[in-house]
C-alpha cells in the first residue's frame, strides 16, 4: 500500500467548502484508491470492534488527522447513530473526496468483514446442527456476553459519573435490561433529560 | 433458510434502520432492542440462536454491529442479509454525510457537547444492559454463568486481547460443562 498517501504541505480545497487551517507542518493525503485500501485494511483487522485500530492507522500510520482533528470527528460520531467509525469512515471521506470518498471509504471499511461474516454464516448453515460445532459456539455467547459486561464495568470506573450520572446509567440499564421496554420509548424519555442535566451541569 | 417474501424483507429493513438511528452509541448498545425486535415482536427466531449469531459477529473482525446481517440471513437468505445490511448501514450513513457537511459550524457548539455528556451515562447503561441481556440468553449451565462473570472481571481489570478469551469460551463449550 505504498504511495497510498502523498505527503503534500496543504489540503485540497476541491471537496472543502473553505481552505481548512493545518494545525501541523505537513498533512498526508489520501488518494482515492488509498482511501478504500486503507479502511478496508482497518475493517479487516479490527477484531473485537474496529474503534482502536481506526485511530492508529488513520493517525498514527497515515497522518491523515493528528489527535485533535480526530478525537473532535469522532465525538461528533458519537452522537451520531449508527456505527462509530461507519461514520468516521463517511466524514473522513468526505473531507478528502467529497461524496465519492466517503463511499469508497464507507465501503472498503464494510467490504471485508461482510465477506468474512458471510462465510461464518455459510459454514453455521452447514454445520449448525453438528453438537460440537454447536456447543463450541454456545461458549463464545456466554464470553461475548461478559465481554460487554467488563467493557461496561471499565467505562463506569473510568468514567466517574456524578450521582445524577449513575442515577440516568441505572434507569437505562433497569428499564432496557430487566424491564426489556422499547429502546425508542426509553431514549425518548432519557435522553432529554440526561443532555438537559449535561447542560445544566457540565459533567 | 425461509424464502424471501417482499414483505418480509421489507419487514427487515424497515426493524434495523429504525433500530440504527435510535442506536447512539454503536449498535453493541441496541442488543437488547435487537433481541426484542427478532424473538419477542417478530418471533424471528429464538434468544439463544440470536445470541449465537451476536457470538460469530464478535469472532470476526469489523464492526461489531454486523450481527444484524446475519439475523437478516437467517430469516430471509441472502436476500435478507443484504437488506438487513442497508438498513443497518443507510440511514446512518446519509445521517453522518449530512452532518460532514455542516460540521465545519458545529464545531465547539455547547449543545454539542452537552448531547455527548448527556448520551455517555445513558449509552453505558445500555452496554451493562447488552450483557445482562446476552446472558440470559447464553448461559444455560452453571460454567457458563461462570464463564461469563470470569470474562467480564478479566476484560475489566487486565487488557488481554479479547480474542482469546471468546476462544476459552469455545473451549469451554466444547467441553461440555
Redesign the interface.
Known amino acids: 500500500m505504498d504511495g497510498a498517501t502523498d505527503r503534500v504541505p496543504d489540503l485540497p480545497t476541491a471537496a472543502t467548502?473553505?481552505p481548512v487551517p493545518l494545525a501541523g507542518p505537513l498533512r498526508a493525503v489520501p488518494t482515492r484508491s488509498g482511501l478504500f485500501l486503507t479502511f478496508f485494511r482497518i475493517?479487516?483487522?479490527?477484531?473485537?470492534?474496529?474503534g482502536p485500530w481506526a485511530r492508529r492507522v488513520i493517525v498514527e500510520e497515515r497522518g491523515w488527522f493528528d489527535d485533535r482533528d480526530y478525537a473532535?470527528?469522532l465525538?461528533?460520531?458519537?452522537?451520531?447513530?449508527?456505527?462509530?467509525?461507519?461514520?468516521v469512515s463517511?466524514?473522513l471521506g468526505?473531507?478528502f473526496h467529497g461524496?465519492l470518498g466517503?463511499v469508497l471509504a464507507?465501503s472498503g471499511?464494510?467490504l471485508?468483514?461482510?465477506l468474512?461474516?458471510?462465510s461464518?454464516?455459510l459454514l453455521?448453515?452447514l454445520f449448525g446442527g453438528v453438537p460440537?460445532i454447536d456447543?463450541?459456539?454456545?461458549?463464545?455467547?456466554?464470553?461475548?456476553?461478559?465481554?460487554?459486561?467488563?467493557?461496561?464495568?471499565?467505562?463506569?470506573?473510568k468514567?466517574r459519573?456524578s450521582l445524577l450520572?449513575?442515577a440516568?446509567?441505572?434507569?437505562?440499564?433497569v428499564a432496557?435490561?430487566?424491564l426489556?421496554w422499547?429502546?425508542?420509548t426509553v431514549?425518548l424519555v432519557?435522553?432529554p433529560v440526561?443532555?438537559?442535566?449535561?447542560?445544566r451541569l457540565?459533567? | 433458510m425461509v424464502d424471501a417474501d417482499f414483505w418480509t424483507l421489507v419487514d427487515l429493513f424497515v426493524t434495523f434502520a429504525h433500530l440504527a438511528l435510535v442506536a447512539v452509541g454503536g449498535m453493541q448498545a441496541s442488543l437488547p432492542e435487537v433481541y426484542r425486535q427478532t424473538v419477542e415482536v417478530h418471533g424471528w427466531m429464538s434468544a439463544p440462536e440470536v445470541a449465537d449469531l451476536v457470538a460469530l459477529a464478535q469472532a470476526s473482525p469489523g464492526p461489531n454491529g454486523l450481527f444484524v446481517s446475519l439475523i437478516g440471513w437467517r430469516v430471509a437468505g441472502l436476500p435478507g442479509f443484504v437488506v438487513a445490511t442497508l438498513g443497518l448501514a443507510l440511514p446512518p450513513a446519509l445521517l453522518a454525510f449530512g452532518m460532514s457537511r455542516i460540521r465545519k459550524r458545529l464545531e465547539g457548539a455547547r449543545w454539542l457537547r452537552a448531547a455527548q455528556g448527556g448520551l455517555v451515562p445513558i449509552v453505558v447503561g445500555l452496554m451493562l444492559a447488552s450483557g445482562s441481556v446476552s446472558a440470559r440468553a447464553a448461559d444455560d449451565t452453571i460454567a457458563k454463568v461462570a464463564l461469563t462473570l470470569a470474562v467480564a472481571v478479566v476484560v475489566w481489570r487486565t487488557r488481554w486481547n479479547p480474542l482469546w478469551l471468546l476462544v476459552v469460551g469455545a473451549v469451554v463449550g466444547v467441553s461440555g460443562l
Do not use: H
Open positions: 467548502p473553505e475493517g479487516v483487522c479490527g477484531f473485537g470492534g474496529v473532535e470527528i465525538a461528533l460520531c458519537q452522537v451520531l447513530p449508527g456505527p462509530n467509525v461507519g461514520n463517511i466524514m468526505d473531507r461524496g466517503s464507507i471499511l464494510m471485508g468483514p461482510l468474512i461474516i458471510f461464518l454464516g453455521y448453515d460440537l456447543s463450541a459456539i454456545g461458549g463464545v455467547a456466554a464470553a461475548a456476553a461478559g465481554l460487554f459486561l467488563g467493557t461496561a464495568m471499565k467505562m463506569i470506573e468514567l459519573l450520572g449513575l440516568i446509567l441505572g434507569c437505562a440499564f432496557i435490561g430487566l426489556r422499547p429502546l425508542f431514549m432519557l435522553a440526561s443532555i438537559l442535566a449535561a447542560w457540565r459533567w
